[in-house]
């Protein structure tokens, strides 16, 4: 009897990679992808890599794919935007291994900047995509990827969301398949992507895809459930199992698997048997739209939310008259608990110094922990586009401030993994034109905001196994640079952080600050740190609150004084203690 576990959509992923004989994989963390990559090394078979943004993923797994190895290559939707550029060209290349890349939507924008639609990513890059809806799903259709992959010479995409992603449901595991590289082959015509070669490719990549189209007519994994035909449902992925939790067994469904090439003939004849159709999709209306095109009248985005994540109560009440069954409901109201920075976070430190000169700057951050920072009472960044963009935003800003008569330089910040992954080029731009802007970057030594994964900067890679770390302070000296422009400090040590901010206000062109401490969670800086803390004698305390301007949720006030709320929180930084000026807080340990 197979062995059944219970698994999140991730980990089935992960699993279903090491039983389809995968090689190779790679990713840049990002939610709410993270945890397949990290499952997947958990597996010695599959050499698996963080690269340092999604473009080197996809390109080092392409090469080990075309080398005769399976591959993977996973991360979130807006990580796609930066491997688009391989990605598009990819198909064209073809499948030699075998290919799969994994784009973890985020309908709802849980821990995102949009909510783009992936699917659409398929088609634009002549992908075949595939849509699982529960964890099984991921195992399996992560296996049939890379027989599609190798059966048609394509690469395939197989969107998954957050709610299939971190949702967990029962696995039945299997053994791996045997899967010995393939032997590589000198094929220039095929894989040098120049355009002599590359208008060969594209047709026959388009005569690929009309193959693919008839197998998803008649596959395994797109399937018709007929029971009343009065209503019809088309859809994919997640919202299936919301469509089944609000109409059952009353309706019949069109549920889909593969999604590109879409199967034309099948949604015809499913259409001609239902009276109407409901197309109930999560993000854009991408099936919806091929109902269309191909003739069938249905209700789809004109019903249900284009918006947020779709949940069974939205569907329920988007197509149906059925009051929604009333849940378990309390009078109190819990409290309001955004995300914080963490009790000794070394951003906070950069943020509260900040503060001090913010009617001086125009900031502009990027996408990690200190993004956290733009929350009262720091309101530390005025906009935020992507990874990277905290460094370029503000070479285009400082001319639009200087074409205002606008006295204020712009100050972007990013982390030390974002540095990796897309501000080196940025800074660069900024050194060579010696743009008036003002550079941080807040090195704390890790990954933070998705869990701590490994980066070029630090000293063991994903399978703990040791590496050659890139210092990024040598980077950026390695721009060419002058020393005298950049700023090393302790974000904590306020005089050594408000010295460097305003220096850097002072003197024109470019000036970079590296923040140097490492994050609090670490578990090396937990063990050093041991017991130690802060206390605050009551008795030399006068209530001035000038040490809750950090906003350190470690601390509270009450009754006029200050105090620790959170002793085993408190990391003993000493960022609040610099504020008081009667010597009331103390550091123990």
């Known amino acids: ?112 900047q949009n909510e783009q639609d992936n699917r659409y990513y398929s088609k634009l890059g002549k992908l075949i995509m595939l849509e699982p809806s529960d964890s099984q799903e991921c195992k399996d259709f992560t296996k049939l990827a890379y027989e599609l992959s190798e059966k048609y010479d394509l690469v395939v995409l197989m ?52 193959k693919v189209e008839e197998y998803a007519n008649n596959c395994p994994i797109n399937t018709t459930e007929y029971n009343d035909t009065k209503v019809g449902i088309i859809t994919s992925g997640i919202s299936y199992q919301h469509a089944k939790e609000v109409f059952g067994d009353t309706v019949s469904y069109l549920k889909l698997g593969l999604t590109n090439p879409m199967p034309g003939k099948l949604i015809d004849e499913f259409c001609e048997k239902c009276d109407t159709i409901h197309v109930i999709e999560e993000g854009e209306p991408f099936i919806e739209t091929a109902v269309k095109v191909r003739g069938h009248e249905c209700t789809g985005k004109d019903k249900i939310t284009i918006q947020g994540e779709l949940t069974a109560a939205i569907v329920q009440t988007s197509l149906t008259d059925k009051p929604l069954e009333e849940g378990y409901t309390v009078d109190v109201k819990p409290a309001d608990r955004p995300p914080v920075l963490c009790a000794g976070c070394p951003h906070r430190g950069f943020f509260y110094s900040f503060t001090k000169f913010r009617d001086k700057v125009v900031a502009l951050g990027d996408i990690g922990c200190y993004g956290l920072g733009v929350q009262t009472p720091f309101f530390g960044e005025e906009m935020c586009v992507c990874m990277g963009g905290g460094f370029s935003t503000t070479i285009g800003m400082a001319e639009a401030l200087k074409a205002q008569n606008d006295p204020r330089k712009p100050l972007g910040f990013l982390g030390d993994s974002t540095f990796f992954h897309s501000g080196l080029t940025s800074l660069i731009d900024a050194v060579h034109t010696n743009a008036n802007v003002i550079l941080c970057l807040l090195d704390n030594s890790i990954t933070g905001m998705t869990g701590h994964q490994q980066n070029a900067g630090t000293e063991v890679n994903l399978m703990g196994k040791p590496v050659k770390r890139v210092d990024c302070l040598d980077m950026v000296m390695a721009t060419g640079i002058d020393a005298d422009r950049v700023h090393v400090v302790n974000p904590i040590d306020q005089k050594e952080m408000d010295a460097a901010i305003k220096t850097s206000i002072e003197n024109d062109g470019l000036q970079v600050i590296v923040t140097r401490y490492p994050c609090a969670l670490l578990k090396y800086v937990i063990k050093e740190r041991g017991n130690k803390h802060l206390e605050v004698n009551p008795d030399k305390c006068v209530g001035c609150k000038m040490c809750m301007k950090v906003a350190c949720p470690s601390l509270a006030f009450k009754d006029g004084k200050a105090y620790v709320a959170d002793v085993a929180n408190c990391t003993g930084c000493g960022l609040c203690s610099q504020n008081c000026k009667v010597g009331a807080m103390t550091i123990v340990e």
């Open 159 to 210: 969107r998954v969301t957050t709610r299939v992603c971190h949702s967990k449901s029962i696995v039945t595991l299997e053994d791996p398949i045997p899967t010995p590289c393939k032997k590589y082959v000198t094929n220039v015509e095929k894989r040098a992507m120049l355009p002599a070669m590359a208008i060969k490719r594209h047709i026959v990549v388009e005569e690929q895809l009309k």
């Open 1 to 112: 009897m197979k062995e059944k576990v219970i698994m999140s959509g991730n980990e089935a992923i992960a699993r279903g990679a090491y039983e389809a004989g995968v090689g190779f994989a790679s990713a840049y963390p990002g939610t709410p992808s993270t945890e397949i990559l990290e499952n997947v090394a958990k597996y010695p078979t599959i050499d698996s890599r963080w690269a340092n943004n999604e473009k080197v993923a996809v390109e080092m797994a392409c090469g080990a794919q075309a080398g005769g190895l399976r591959t993977l290559s996973c991360m979130k939707h807006v990580g796609l935007n930066v491997a688009a550029d391989p990605v598009m060209t990819i198909a064209y290349i073809g499948s030699n291994g075998g290919m799969l890349i994994v784009s973890a939507d985020d309908p709802g924008m849980h821990s995102s």
